[in-house]
């Protein structure tokens, strides 16, 4: 019994919180490069899928992110200690792409790892988490996954 009334409890205070805005009313759907390719992604591939997801339309049923996985930094700046885009798979930069996605009518994604390293050994974002997140905002970046 002390078991459902808390239940009702915790039931009532989310619903007195909750924000009535949208999100979160179905899951965030759309396309990650992880499971085609790796890390052999670029830009112009990721492109290519997000052009796709809009071709084929995926986007029209819900599919609204492009998300970039692993391997797409290489390092940190040693004075700001920013992120580093490769700028060989992403000569364009990563605002530049959000800016592709954005006019394609999807949301852009983008992975880090709450470690050292990711899972390809590229740069975590441990100790640089509040830095990260500045930067993936200043890149507009509008979702993050995060390992």
């Known amino acids: ?8 409890f915790l039931s009532l205070i989310y619903q007195l919180y909750a924000l009535n805005n949208g999100v979160g009313i179905k899951p965030a759907m759309g396309y990650n490069v992880w499971n085609a390719v790796h890390c052999d ?8 899928q997000a052009d796709l997801l809009v071709k084929l339309g995926l986007k029209d049923l819900g599919y609204n992110y ?7 930094q290489v390092g940190r700046d040693n004075i700001t200690n920013k992120i580093i885009v490769d700028s060989t798979k992403f000569p364009s930069g990563i605002a530049s792409l959000v800016t592709y996605i954005n006019k394609l009518g999807l949301k852009m994604g983008i992975y880090s790892d709450a470690g ?7 740069p ?7 830095i990260d997140a500045q930067t993936y905002a200043d890149w507009g970046i509008e979702y993050l996954k995060y390992e």
């Open 116 to 122: 050292v390293n990711t899972c390809a050994g590229r």
């Open 124 to 130: 975590g974002s441990l100790n640089y988490e509040v």
């Open 1 to 8: 019994m002390i078991a459902i009334y808390c239940l009702c």
């Open 66 to 72: 492009a998300n970039l996985d692993d391997c797409w």
């Open 41 to 48: 992604v670029n830009e112009t591939f990721f492109k290519a």
